[in-house]
């Protein structure tokens, strides 16, 4: 059983920062890339962000300055720094995790499955 919750979401005014948490647990044997997702209401989810195992980082073209993704592999846990919020970065932000179970690994199955939060509402209006 793999769970990924977030924390962190919330209001904020226009030009403040916001930092989320997702913290993977259960039996996990290793995790490959994480990441951010957001869907705004009446919209596709739309990938924000995404780090791999080995720290490389890639963003949205609209998050670019704004926004920093991190990770700390030793607690399976990924963030999002969010600074200079805009009100069309209010959405519900999802993370994801690509990784293989200790099941999985024990039976020789190879690959990756992507396991995803429950989501945390970012709400950014005076």
């Known amino acids: 059983q793999v769970q990924l919750v977030e924390s962190g979401g919330g209001l904020v005014q226009p030009g403040g920062s916001l930092r989320l948490s997702c913290a993977a647990s259960g039996s996990i044997f290793s995790i490959n890339a994480m990441a951010w997702y957001r869907q705004a209401p009446g919209k596709q989810r739309e990938l924000v962000a995404t780090v791999t195992n080995g720290g490389s980082t890639n963003y949205a073209d609209s998050v670019k300055g704004r926004f920093t993704i991190s990770r700390d592999n030793a607690k399976n846990t990924v963030y999002l720094q969010m600074n200079s919020l805009k009100p069309e970065d209010t959405a519900v932000y999802y993370c994801?995790?690509?990784?293989?179970?200790?099941?999985?690994?024990?039976?020789?199955?190879?690959?990756?499955?992507?396991?995803w939060g429950q989501g945390t509402q970012v709400t950014v209006s005076s």
């Open positions: 994801s995790a690509d990784l293989t179970t200790t099941r999985n690994h024990n039976m020789g199955l190879m690959g990756y499955s992507r396991y």
